[in-house]
C-alpha cells in the first residue's frame, strides 16, 4: 500500500476530533452550544488567516467552483454543534463511536457509488463487516 504514509495523519486526525469532543462538551455546557461552536470557528478562522496571508491568496478559485462544493462549509457547525450538544449526554466514547458509524456508512456510498467526484470503489463483505463491527461497537460502548 503506498499511501501508508497517511494513516498515522488520519490517525491523529481521528484523536484530535475525540479531543475536541472532550473539550466541547464542557465548554459548551458553561458557556452555551452555540457559544462554544462560535469560540472553535473563530479560532480556528484566526489561524487559517495567517495562511492566507503568509500563503498565496486563492480566494478567487475558490468562487469559481460549482456552488454545491461550498455546501461542505456548512456541515462543519452543525458537526460541532452535534458533538458539543451529545458529548456531555453521551460521553465522548459514544458520541465519537456514532460519529464513526455514520461517516463510515456515508463513505461507504460516496466511494460504491463515486458520488461527489471521488473515484468508485466497490463496496465488498469486508467493508461490510467493519460497518456491522462499528454498529456492534455503537451497541457495547
Known amino acids: ?11 491523529f486526525a481521528g484523536m484530535g476530533l475525540s479531543i475536541e469532543a472532550g473539550l466541547l462538551g464542557p465548554l459548551g455546557e458553561e458557556i452555551g ?4 461552536t462560535l469560540g472553535i470557528f ?6 487559517l488567516t495567517f495562511g492566507l496571508i503568509f500563503g498565496r491568496p486563492r480566494l478567487s478559485l475558490m468562487f469559481k467552483q460549482p456552488r454545491w462544493l461550498l455546501t461542505g ?48 470503489r466497490a463496496v465488498d463483505k ?5 460497518l456491522i463491527a462499528i ?3 455503537l451497541w457495547l460502548i
Open 42 to 47: 473563530a479560532l480556528g478562522s484566526i489561524l
Open 73 to 120: 462549509g456548512l456541515l462543519g457547525p452543525i458537526y460541532v454543534v452535534s458533538l458539543t450538544v451529545a458529548t456531555p449526554i453521551i460521553g465522548v466514547g459514544l458520541t465519537m463511536v456514532g460519529i464513526l458509524f455514520g461517516q463510515v456508512a456515508t463513505s461507504l456510498i460516496i466511494d460504491h457509488w463515486g458520488l461527489l467526484g471521488s473515484n468508485k
Open 135 to 137: 454498529l456492534a461497537a
Open 126 to 130: 469486508y467493508r461490510i463487516g467493519a
Open 1 to 11: 500500500m503506498k499511501q501508508l504514509w497517511i494513516l498515522p495523519l488520519v490517525f
Open 33 to 36: 452550544h452555540i457559544w462554544a
